[in-house]
């Protein structure tokens, strides 16, 4: 990572720069020798606690969190980025193509999850069966 950002968005920021941002930023550290991948995914759970922190005790909320102010959701912001920085990292040093293993995942969970019949699938309703939306 350098100091200066390409203020992209979801849109345009990609695994790949992601990935080579986190790259420059431990080397340009010395920190590659800290970078294992069972260093990394510990980091990663510890930040997904305080991701989880942030929603402790706030019982439901609803989508796009409209009632929280503005410091609360750039919080949020920068604890999701930690998690999805630190999987970028552990995808890497794993050499594990995370775009490709996402998109393959996405494919098996459609095979899994077949659209019941009235949305464009063919399958049974009650073939899918129903996990709420979690992958396995
Ligand atoms: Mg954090």
């Not at 759970?45 to 019982?59: C, M, N, T």
């Not at 409209?66 to 980025?81: F, I, N, Q, R």
């Not at 098996?108 to 939306?133: H, I």
């Amino acid at each position: 990572m350098t100091g200066s950002n390409e203020g992209g968005d979801d849109a345009s920021v990609t695994i790949g720069l992601l990935k080579r941002k986190m790259d420059e930023f431990a080397k340009a550290r010395d920190w590659e020798k800290f970078h294992s991948p069972r260093n990394l995914l510990l980091a990663m759970v510890g930040e997904v606690g305080e991701l989880s922190e942030i929603f402790q005790w706030k019982g439901e909320v609803p989508r796009g969190i409209p009632d929280w102010k503005e410091e609360e959701k750039t919080h949020l912001g920068e604890e999701l980025s930690d998690v999805l920085l630190y999987l970028v990292r552990l995808s890497d040093v794993c050499g594990v193509d995370l775009g490709k293993a996402a998109l393959r995942k996405l494919d098996l969970n459609a095979l899994k999850y077949p659209l019941p019949k009235g949305k464009g699938g063919d399958a049974d309703a009650d073939a899918g069966g129903s996990n709420n939306g979690e992958a396995e």
